[in-house]
């Protein structure tokens, strides 16, 4: 077991409503800037300004940036950082398996967390069930202790995410230290994973894989295969291309 793991027994330091809040704003903002993002930036400074100052401070300041540069440059500058980039990598499954058949099944863990809870990810045209923006808006709208585990399992990669946007200097940075003030900080043998994590980076695994940026893992299809049907919920939602958000309540 991963040793971070035992965060999955933590509890959050803020109350269900700040951090719905929170991580709703945060999967807003990690997604691929629109002229919809531009739209709802008076009601997401609203938001942020209500939340406690450690979380929305930060998110303040990207909004600051975001009122200031061109929607296009924002845009040019995500694709850089975010689908260039892979130490600034969104798929938190990439920061732990990298391109192994591992990976596919880490991904399956996650899917199955959203059919627990009632949930699809749409069939074409979605995020894989790792991104960031996907995890935080589930854990907003549907499951937060689900996206809690999820993400507490997956908090070394977030460390990594962090410092790979610090080294850059990136704009995105102050978004992802808002998303560290609502998880556990890292203590004792976290660092040490952490520091294997940086010295040897990512697993890679190429004899029969697709090496293509963040391709989809073979052992996925044949994971999701073998697993018996989940009994659903009368009444489920599309996690949709990555989830249709809404503004933040």
Known sequence: MMPWRRHRRSAPSLGPQA????????????????????????????????????????????????????????????????????????????????????????????????????????????????????????????????????????????ELLHRALTDRESPWRPVVVALRATLPTLQGDDEQALARLIAEGPPQEEVGIDQSPYAMDPALEEATAAQPPTPQPSARADLGPTIPVGAPR
């Open 19 to 158: 951090q719905a809040d929170a991580w709703q704003l945060i999967s807003l903002l990690l997604d691929y800037p629109d002229e919809r993002l531009a739209s709802l930036r008076p009601l997401l400074r609203e938001s942020a300004s209500g939340l406690p100052e450690h979380v929305g401070g930060p998110l303040l300041t990207f909004l600051d940036r975001l009122e200031t540069v061109p929607l296009q440059q924002v845009q040019s500058e995500y694709v850089d950082t975010f689908d260039v980039t892979r130490k600034c990598s969104l798929h938190l499954t990439f920061f732990l398996h990298g391109d192994t058949r591992k990976r596919g099944a880490a991904l399956v863990q996650f899917k199955q967390a959203y059919r627990a809870a009632g949930v699809e990810m749409a069939e074409e045209g979605s995020e894989l069930p790792d991104h960031l923006s996907v995890i935080l808006e589930f854990g907003a709208t549907t499951d937060s202790a689900s996206a809690w585990k999820l993400l507490n399992d997956h908090r070394v990669g977030i």
